[in-house]
């Protein structure tokens, strides 16, 4: 049983007695703590049980809860009934075309070989060759003038340079595992080996890798030029590593090419350091509040985030009839949006439902809302009303900044398989090598080919000189 401090005070030790009392003041800040923390922990579970997951805020799918799902009734695989049989189309010129004649008659084993066949049928089976390298020896010659005694040695021809230890085909195969594939300097060194039989050290891979970086960076320095001119540019960013410190990836996208670049800062000093004295007209962009401070006339926020701030709100108030309606009229505009642009309207039916929807979307931006989250999402359409429906006033400029998002996924599976950086060297050279791939990937450019052609002249043609 406790004592009170009046009860502390009828014992009879005089030096007993500040220490009991000191004890029960800290004893009772200790309840309080305990109470204070208790509490702390029940609003965390409730939080937990409305927690974020992809569909209502930014979360990625993969960190989503996932649960058990009810066993459903088996269904019959593969196609249905009465559908349309399809096999792979055959190619016009194979490589090898064998003849299978008719030599015996099945029935009377009479002898067909010189009966000329009506028909055939052709299959065809697609395989891959044994992969094998191929080395390309150069002897450069060094002879002595007779007549000066100058000593002269061969002229190396462009592609087969002294400095040169692989050609454009190998090198562009082990950047194109590396970073497109996510392969690991290891299992690159496995993988030349036993699939191209290719004997490589981490080190040489290594040495490819800082040199395709080296090649990029003049290409991604003038794709970054031409991307800022464009008219309409989308940007995010996403975390990286880069010798064991938080970096930041940032991807810039316009109609010209897409830009990619990792830095030490999350700030718009970034968007500063890309654009540089440029203006833009329309940027594209989440509400993170660097994106916000970029230099555009215009800006677009991202109304996939919007959509899914007000499902968030929805999951804990199912019934709340504001974030209902606002759902419902970002949806309807990005739909009026498309019909729009796929003929489905007119130009005055178009405008009209522009101006009714940028009414509707005044009225609700003026209602008082008594849930706390509803609030918060009013206040914040409220602060960026201009920026929320630009994409119906602007032909190129998309209503969500998805693209962006795509173009930093690859980027964020890069960063989860290798654990980021150990060098700014590395982290540069993918940056400027994804640069380029997204690029070519917009272009409609094939990935392989492009790099094939960054590494430098082909030795391929080589073979077929004649030997020196």
């Known amino acids: 049983m406790l004592l009170t401090p009046e009860q502390v005070d009828l014992l009879p030790s005089e030096e007993l007695r500040p220490l009991l009392k000191k004890l029960l003041a800290e004893f009772d800040a200790l309840l309080k703590r305990v109470a204070d923390l208790e509490a702390e922990n029940e609003r965390l579970k409730q939080r937990l049980d409305k927690s974020a997951n992809s569909r209502n805020s930014s979360q990625p799918p993969s960190r989503d809860q996932k649960t058990n799902q009810p066993q459903k009734k088996r269904r019959k695989h593969g196609p249905p009934f009465g559908h349309q049989k399809f096999s792979r189309p055959l190619v016009d010129n194979p490589d090898r075309v064998i003849q299978v004649p008719v030599t015996e008659c099945e029935h ?22 044994t992969s094998k390298p191929i080395v390309i020896e150069t002897r450069q010659h060094h002879t002595t003038c007779p007549h000066c005694l100058t000593l002269n040695r061969g002229v190396l021809p462009e592609g087969l340079e002294a400095e040169r230890y692989f050609g454009a085909n190998l090198e562009a195969t082990v950047i194109f595992y590396k970073q497109t594939q996510h392969l690991s300097i290891e299992r690159i060194v496995e993988t030349m080996r036993d699939l191209h039989g290719v004997n490589l050290s981490e080190g040489a891979i290594a040495s490819i890798i800082e040199r395709a970086g080296e090649k990029a960076q003049p290409v991604a320095t003038a794709i970054k030029e031409q991307v800022i001119t464009g008219q309409v540019i989308r940007s995010d960013e996403t975390s990286a590593r880069v010798k064991a410190k938080n970096w930041w990836q940032w991807v810039f996208i316009s109609e010209n090419g897409v830009y990619h670049t990792i830095a030490p800062t999350r700030s718009s000093a970034e968007i500063t350091e890309v654009l540089g004295q440029l203006a833009v007209k329309v940027w594209v962009c989440d509400c ?8 555009a006339e215009v800006f677009q926020l991202c109304l996939a985030h919007q959509l899914r701030g ?3 709100v929805l999951d804990s108030s199912p019934e709340d009839v504001w ?24 130009l005055s039916g178009f405008l009209r439902r522009v101006t009714q929807t940028e009414n509707q979307l005044d009225r609700l931006l003026e209602n008082e809302l008594k849930n706390e989250a509803a609030r918060k999402l009013q206040n914040r359409f409220s602060t960026h009303r201009d920026k929320l429906l630009t994409f119906l006033h602007y032909p190129n400029v998309p209503p969500t900044n998805n693209e962006s998002e795509q173009a930093l996924r690859c980027s964020v599976i890069h960063r989860k398989v290798t654990n980021g950086f150990r060098s700014e060297w590395g982290a540069k050279a ?10 070519a990937k917009q272009k409609g450019e094939q990935t392989f080919q492009t790099l094939v052609n960054l590494m430098g002249p082909p030795v391929l ?8």
Do not use: W
């Open 108 to 129: 009377c084993l009479a002898d067909l070989t010189g009966v000329a066949p009506e028909d055939f049928e052709r299959r065809q089976i697609t395989e891959l060759p």
């Open 310 to 312: 007000l499902q968030r």
């Open 461 to 468: 043609p080589f073979l077929e000189a004649s030997s020196p």
């Open 288 to 295: 993170y509040s660097a994106q916000l401070k970029a230099p």
């Open 430 to 439: 993918y940056a400027a090598l994804q640069t380029i791939i997204a690029t």
């Open 323 to 346: 974030a209902k309606a606002a759902q419902t009229l970002f949806r309807d505009a990005i739909h009026l949006r498309n019909r729009f642009a796929s003929g489905e309207m007119m």
